[in-house]
């Protein structure tokens, strides 16, 4: 491929991106469910550090929402997780490492050891503040409404409704630890176990009678080490399957080794994430001759 070429292929995915930024409005405003948003993600966080400190406001500005304002305000967010161009938390995944552990009643964060303490409390005030001075709140809710939905965010919900606190009894998530979702009721199994694709990069997970879950690739260990934030073969194909295959993993006599090898990764990841469900999830059925997923795919 020749120089020109090259910089003419970069100037057309420039001006694809522009095109798409300034692509038609998105969605008129709609105050009942900003405000609905507004207490599902933002009213917990306030009344648990900020004793009410801040409260919802309507305001009239912008009157639609569009591409580029969406993209402004994933760009700020990203932002709030580096210092520089070094990363404060793991990811630039700016909910995960701020608003949702302030809900769950975690002010600090110590992880990063060359960066030292982050006061979370600080962070998000100040980001809130820029909101309502700047009057971008509208445009950050709705950001938070397509990137999340109106469960993706808050994947542990209490029973009784008290906030920071995750549910008791016999069927319970666990908190994010060692990349699992575990349950610990052992009554499940993987037919019970609904999954639908939210995009090439999360899952909705939901076992039968249980909260729904959101997670991305990364998270659920299908990260390339070799290459961070990159996914493995196994996860696009297990993609691939849930969206285009209805569940099957086709095999032939020219890819059985490679299928097989991922159809192995692939009951790997899952039994490790619920380690109560016997059996195999991802079983292979002789008359398809094909790997079926062994979940309900929605």
Same mark, same amino acid.
């Given at each position: ?85 070094? +990363?404060? *938390? ?9 608003? /949702?552990?302030?809900?769950?009643? $975690? &002010?600090?964060? !110590? ?108 998270? +659920?260990? *299908? ?9 493995? /073969?196994?996860?696009?194909?297990? $993609? &691939?399957?849930? !969206? ?55």
């Amino acid at each position: 491929m020749t120089e020109y070429q090259i910089s003419s292929d970069i100037n057309e995915r420039s001006q694809q991106r522009e095109a798409v930024l300034d692509a038609p409005v998105i969605r008129d405003r709609d105050q009942a469910r900003e405000k609905a948003l507004w207490d599902h993600y933002i009213q917990p966080v306030i009344d648990e550090h900020f004793k009410g400190k801040y409260q919802y406001k309507y305001f009239e500005e912008p009157t639609i929402i569009t591409n580029r304002d969406i993209d402004s305000m994933l760009r700020t967010t990203m932002g709030l997780c580096m210092d520089g161009d070094d +990363l404060i *938390f793991p990811t630039d995944y700016f909910e995960k490492h701020v608003l /949702r552990p302030l809900r769950n009643g $975690i &002010t600090t964060y !110590t992880r990063n050891k060359e960066y030292g303490s982050v006061d979370l409390k600080e962070l998000f005030e100040g980001f809130l503040g820029d909101l309502f001075d700047n009057e971008n709140l509208p445009i950050y809710l709705y950001f938070l409404d397509g990137q999340y939905g109106p469960d993706g965010l808050w994947e542990v919900a209490s029973s009784d409704g008290t906030k920071g606190q995750e549910s008791t009894g016999d069927s319970v998530f666990k908190s994010e630890s060692n990349n699992d979702i575990a349950i610990t009721h052992s009554a499940l199994s993987w037919q019970d176990i609904s999954i639908s694709v939210v995009n090439d990069f999360e899952v909705s997970i939901q076992p039968k009678d249980e909260t729904t879950v959101i997670r991305r690739f990364n998270n +659920l260990g *299908f990260d390339d080490g070799r290459s961070p934030g990159k996914p493995v /073969r196994a996860w696009k194909v297990f $993609i &691939t399957a849930l !969206t285009q295959k209805q569940g099957a993993i086709p095999c032939s006599f020219k890819t059985k080794r490679a299928v097989e090898k991922i159809a192995q990764e692939l009951r790997k990841k899952f039994r490790a994430l619920f380690p109560k469900i016997g059996g195999d999830p991802i079983p292979f059925d002789k008359k398809k001759h094909a790997y079926q997923v062994g979940f309900s795919i929605k």
